[in-house]
């Protein structure tokens, strides 16, 4: 059940109608516990990937388990849900009631390494296990190469840093423990940023959860419309030049060089749109619920410089990287080599989380090298006269965005199979070189192009994207009379209509 999906519509209709009409608070947070893991349920029966029609009720595993019939794949994933809030809702407890400095760190350790380690399990075992069979058929030792048929849960990702978020700041004394069971499950489970985020913290949505909410502090026409944009960007925008993307990725080095840059460029365009996309449905959900969730994108590609850029992309996992992990390795204290130490730590494990790949640990890695050059270049310039900073001005955004559709093209690149015989067909390193070399040495042999249509598509989203980071198109629409807004929603998700594919692609980050 995607965000994007008529079943969707249905399912929130009636979540935030039944909610709003409850009287009390717990019989709400109740009322949206239970929502939130049918919402779940609905996930692992049917896959987030599943783009049919066809529907996929939870107590089809009641009905499995009554005749006896081989469970839906992942049924078990609820349970890791489940045992990640019951372990950190003791742990908080233990943390409180811990009368010495070493028991509150004993109970701290507990989260960290059960959380962790249940991640690493799910997410990294085949990682660990292909990475070491290369390791010794590289020094010429032959083993046969095992992988373990491993599921990797939903969103476990994003919940266990959300967990342990709680702990670690009820070990440093920043929150209180919650003595409600309900409260942490809550928020652990809040079905819109369950299965990719924003990552919330304990430290900002807990607070929430203890105060009934108002209607009338809800926005309706600011939620509606954020939805409606989340919405285009994902159905109408991601998902129609995937395509686009899929072709050139599979095969670049049979296109020109034009069409190299609108592969990597679309690409760049597809990933912010599939992922804001759904930070945006999922942040208006929660408004329309009553409670706010974490910004997550502030127009990253509008940077000036690469520290400023991951100041706005995915800012939920880069500030609860920067506050748990680079500043608990010791931040910028000390000498330079010394931070940079931390800085590329946070940044190769930031790498490794969004995927068990050795191409989105060097596509860290690359990132952490231009955030350590982005500090020195800054501190070489710092005194340079205003003719510097005037062409700056100017250059600064194209040379920021440049470095990432670079740096993008590790996240892409990947092994390409014949759809038959099941063989490498193009690796995922020849094709990273194909592309690198098209984009950064401007060199390619390939004869085949998109058109033209390609270009002015691009374009047509920049100038749109453009106007509205200067603000341009955000405040008009709250000044007209609602009847002209409902008119114009509805035209709006009509014309919508129109362009979205026949079947919805999953959302990228479905896949962390």
Request: glycine share 6%; hydrophobic share 50%.
């Amino acid at each position: 059940m995607l965000f994007v999906q008529f079943r969707f519509f249905v399912f929130f209709l009636v979540v935030c109608c039944v909610h709003w009409a409850l009287r009390t608070n717990t019989s709400r947070k109740v009322w949206l516990l239970l929502c939130s893991h049918f919402f779940y349920a609905c996930l692992f029966l049917a896959g987030p990937d599943s783009a049919s029609s066809e529907t996929f009720p939870p107590w089809i595993f009641f009905e499995k388990l009554r005749d006896h019939q081989p469970l839906p794949t992942g049924w078990w994933f609820p349970f890791v849900l489940w045992g990640s809030t019951i372990m950190d809702y003791f742990v908080g407890l233990g943390i409180a009631d811990a009368k010495s400095d070493a028991r509150r760190r004993a109970w701290l350790l507990v989260s960290v390494c059960v959380n962790l380690g249940v991640l690493g399990f799910f997410k990294y075992s085949n990682f660990a296990l292909d990475s070491v069979h290369h390791m010794l058929s590289w020094l010429g030792l032959h083993t046969s190469k095992h992988t373990l048929a491993i599921f990797l849960p939903y969103g476990i990702s994003f919940y266990t840093f959300q967990s342990l978020s709680y702990s670690i700041d009820v070990y440093r004394r920043r929150l209180q423990p919650a003595r409600s069971f309900l409260d942490l499950a809550f928020f652990i489970s809040f079905f819109p940023q369950l299965v990719a985020g924003p990552i919330v913290r304990a430290m900002t949505f807990l607070p929430q959860v203890f105060v009934k909410r108002v209607w009338a502090n809800v926005n309706v026409r600011a939620c509606v419309a954020l939805f409606f944009i989340g919405f285009v960007k994902k159905a109408c925008l991601s998902d129609n030049i995937a395509p686009v993307v899929d072709a050139y990725f599979s095969a670049p080095d049979r296109y020109n060089l034009y069409s190299s840059f609108i592969g990597i460029l679309y690409y760049a365009v597809q990933v912010y749109c599939d992922f804001s996309g759904y930070t945006d449905m999922a942040i208006a959900c929660a408004r329309l619920l009553g409670y706010e969730l974490t910004p997550n994108f502030d127009y990253p590609y509008f940077s000036p410089n690469i520290i400023d850029f991951w100041r706005r992309w995915h800012i939920s996992l880069s500030t609860w990287l920067r506050d748990y992990l680079y500043i608990s390795l010791g931040g910028n204290r000390g000498t330079k080599l010394f931070a940079f130490r931390n800085l590329m730590i946070t940044m190769l494990l930031g790498g490794l989380w969004h995927g068990a790949s050795w191409n989105f640990v060097f596509w860290g890695g690359v990132n952490g090298l231009a955030l350590t050059f982005n500090r020195y270049w800054q501190s070489l310039t710092a005194d340079w006269g205003p003719a510097y900073k005037r062409v700056m001005s100017w250059v600064a955004v194209p040379i920021t965005f440049y470095t990432f559709l670079v740096t993008l093209v590790f996240v892409r690149a990947r092994d390409v199979y014949h759809g038959a015989s099941g063989t490498v067909t193009l690796s995922g390193t020849r094709a990273a070189g194909e592309v690198l070399n098209a984009i950064c040495l401007f060199n390619t042999t390939g004869r085949e192009s998109f058109t033209i249509h390609c270009l002015w598509l691009f374009v047509a989203i920049a100038l749109i994207h453009y106007a509205n980071y200067r603000r341009w198109l955000s405040t008009w629409w709250q000044r007209i009379p609602y009847w002209a807004f409902a008119a114009l929603l509805g035209i709006g998700f009509a014309a919508a209509l129109v362009f979205v594919p026949a079947r919805y692609k999953p959302f990228i980050y479905f896949q962390f």
